[in-house]
């Protein structure tokens, strides 16, 4: 079997495209679209992130794997309609790397971040260009402008990290963390003031928009502290299933159900889970 990496893709692009052969491939694989396997690419890509945050280097080169055949997936249907292949995307990507770091490849030297950013508008503008925006100058200024390349799609919480951080470098932010923190009580606020009011269609309507104020400011405080609240409740979420592991666990050695208990007594064990975390230095 071939060792090199190059071989080992090209085998692989072989392999899809005889999944993808309409006589003698795979009936699932032939039927897909770009629409239909999108959501697998999404998931593989939080799978690749699962494995980094668990440390495990095994389970990560088996998702990586798992990404790159998303990718080899959609090259391979773009070139059987005649769109671009596989060779393109790669080509494409090496193209805009170089593009994007004179300081390395043409030995400019400068502010990399400032070269980068300023690279990165340029490409936006003729994005702009390309799709028929007759004013690229207009667009670059406009909210399309300013956030292209952000797309509708991604997680709410990765989107909002990324609008904010386009926003703040043409000036839009705060000049410290101080007004974000007192901005995340005004909105705690403003959210528990739509709670004690009185419940209704209306209500219910400006509950859910300054629940969603809310999140927002949050995501901004983490930007300050250099958080990634996708990460952080990635984490949390973790965090929340290995200590109610231990709660049913306790229950079990009990010989009760979860439904059986009180609060206070599932809340013996989840207590238990967080003093074991702290001793084994845990979160």
């Not at 005649?82 to 030297?109: M, Q, Y």
Request: aromatic residues 6%.
């Amino acid at each position: 079997m071939p060792s090199s990496a190059e071989a080992q893709l090209l085998r692989l692009i072989a392999i899809m495209a005889r999944l993808r052969d309409p006589e003698r491939g795979c009936p699932w694989d032939v039927k897909q679209s770009f629409a239909t396997i999108a959501p697998y690419t999404i998931e593989e890509a939080y799978e690749v992130a699962d494995a980094i945050e668990r440390g495990d280097m095994d389970d990560l080169k088996d998702e990586l794997g798992d990404l790159l055949l998303q990718v080899v997936f959609h090259a391979r249907m773009a070139e059987e309609a005649g769109h671009f292949a596989f060779a393109d995307v790669a080509n494409a990507i090496s193209e805009k790397l170089i593009r994007r770091h004179p300081h390395v490849f043409e030995g400019t030297g400068g502010d990399a971040k400032a070269t980068w950013e300023a690279i990165k508008a340029e490409e936006r503008r003729a994005k702009a260009e390309r799709r028929g925006t007759d004013d690229a100058a207009a667009a670059e200024s406009a909210p399309l402008g300013l956030f292209d390349g952000i797309g509708a799609a991604l997680p709410a919480l990765l989107r909002s990290t990324k609008l904010q951080e386009r926003a703040a470098r043409v000036g839009f932010d705060w000049p410290t963390i101080d007004p974000v923190l007192e901005k995340v009580d005004e909105e705690l606020a403003e959210l528990r003031a739509e709670i004690a009011a009185a419940p209704g269609p209306e209500t219910n309507k400006r509950r859910f928009e300054e629940f969603g104020d809310l999140m927002f400011v949050v995501v901004n405080l983490g930007r300050w502290l250099d958080i990634d609240p996708e990460a952080a409740l990635r984490s949390a979420n973790t965090k929340f299933v290995r200590r109610m592991g231990e709660v049913v666990k306790g229950a079990a050695e009990e010989g009760r159900k979860l439904e059986e208990m009180r609060l206070d007594e599932m809340g013996v064990y989840w207590d238990r889970a967080k003093a074991k975390e702290r001793e084994q230095g845990g979160k």
